[in-house]
T-cell receptor, first 111, second 115 residues
């Protein structure tokens, strides 16, 4: 079955710097790769997703890149702000299958 | 439009008891998935229901069960509770069974503590 590895487990950056979180997946049949942000006491919230027919997707300060050959995808957050502090999860799935999540990255943005 | 609603938000149960958690998906969404979140194991898939049928199941013991009603609301039940069942139980709704095509929206979860 699918397995998703996520790195790093914690990430501390200064406000205004960029943050990068990386994930690798094992099942080459996976074609959907969402990223979720989870704040304290809340459920995961979808922030951006990418499908296997696209190599990169951007939404304001957030971008995701996908390398299907190497089976890895990354989340890039530019100009980080304190409100970006949260736990971020990557996930992978085939369109008709369950989401398999990475282990999460705790991002801390210091003012 | 209302999001995914999970009730109750918090629950404390004693070992050996059973518990039922409820999830109301986004209006119009017909698929409901359940996940268990713990600090040690992360987010683990429990099961998915679509049109009142379980279409996918994770690697959890038979003490974990669920069902879906005709209005797409779902319940999950855990019998003979163990201390290790303490977790945040999350429900995610999707438009249909092709969640990977349409995406999943999560509720805020039910925090279950077993003492």
């Amino acid at each position: 079955g699918e397995n998703v590895e996520q790195h790093p487990s914690t990430l501390s950056v200064q406000e205004g710097d960029s943050a990068v979180i990386k994930c690798t997946y094992s099942d080459s049949a996976s074609n959907y790769f969402p990223w979720y942000k989870q704040e304290l006491g809340k459920g995961p919230q979808l922030i951006i997703d990418i499908r296997s027919n696209v190599g990169e997707k951007k939404d304001q300060r957030i971008a995701v890149t996908l390398n299907k050959t190497a089976k890895h995808f990354s989340l890039h957050i530019t100009e980080t702000q304190p409100e970006d502090s949260a736990v971020y999860f990557c996930a992978a799935s085939m369109s008709t299958d369950k989401l398999i999540f990475g282990t999460g990255t705790r991002l801390q943005v210091f003012p | 439009k209302a999001g995914v609603t999970q009730t109750p938000r918090y629950l404390i149960k004693t070992r050996g008891q059973q518990v039922t958690l409820s999830c109301s998906p986004i209006s119009g969404h017909r698929s409901v998935s359940w996940y268990q979140q713990t600090p040690g194991q992360g987010l683990q898939f429990l099961f998915e229901y679509f049109s009142e049928t379980q279409r996918n199941k994770g690697n959890f013991p038979g003490r974990f069960s669920g069902r879906q009603f005709s209005n797409s609301r779902s319940e999950m039940n855990v019998s003979t509770l163990e201390l290790g069942d303490s977790a945040l139980y999350l429900c995610a709704s999707s438009l249909n069974s092709r969640g990977g095509l349409y995406g999943y929206t999560f509720g805020s979860g039910t925090r279950l503590t077993v003492v």
